[in-house]
């Protein structure tokens, strides 16, 4: 799994667990306070883009649903190459969640089954690398 697709997979499952733990009234449990800040990110960044934010939408709202969460971390992932500056934004909270869990653990437990978009990725206007 390519570092973008891993960062991806590791947001969208912490945006499911942040739906997850809200609906069972455990938020704040987790010693990362990040979740929200997270979706908000993602939600500013997808703003205007209907597609994106169905997807966001939808795993917000069941968050059980791994269509939804596959469709999300397609469009995630996409915005990412796209936008180095959000790239950097979205590992930053994905690395804090790390953090505040005491480690690597978001890796598996997190990311459980996630599937590895293979899709032609069209990207348009400036491109750069770091």
Same mark, same amino acid.
């Given at each position: ?34 979740? #929200? &800040?997270?979706?908000?990110? *993602?939600? /500013?960044?997808?703003?205007? +883009? @209907? ?7 939808? $795993? ?39 953090? #505040? &869990?005491?480690?690597?653990? *978001?890796? /598996?437990?997190?990311?459980? +089954? @996630? ?7 069209? $990207? ?7």
């Amino acid at each position: 799994m390519d570092p973008v697709t891993a960062v991806a997979a590791a947001g969208v499952a912490l945006v499911a667990k942040g739906a997850l733990e809200s609906a069972g009234q455990e938020a704040g449990r987790s010693g990362w306070n990040g979740g #929200a &800040r997270l979706v908000e990110r *993602i939600r /500013a960044r997808f703003r205007g +883009n @209907a597609d994106a934010e169905g997807a966001l939408d939808r $795993v917000t709202g069941t968050p059980d649903d791994e269509e939804a969460r596959q469709t999300l971390e397609r469009q995630l992932a996409a915005h990412m190459l796209l936008d180095s500056d959000f790239e950097t934004e979205i590992r930053r909270l994905v690395d804090e969640a790390v953090t #505040a &869990r005491g480690g690597a653990q *978001i890796s /598996a437990a997190l990311i459980k +089954n @996630a599937q590895v978009f293979n899709g032609k990725v069209e $990207v348009q206007g400036d491109w750069k690398t770091s």
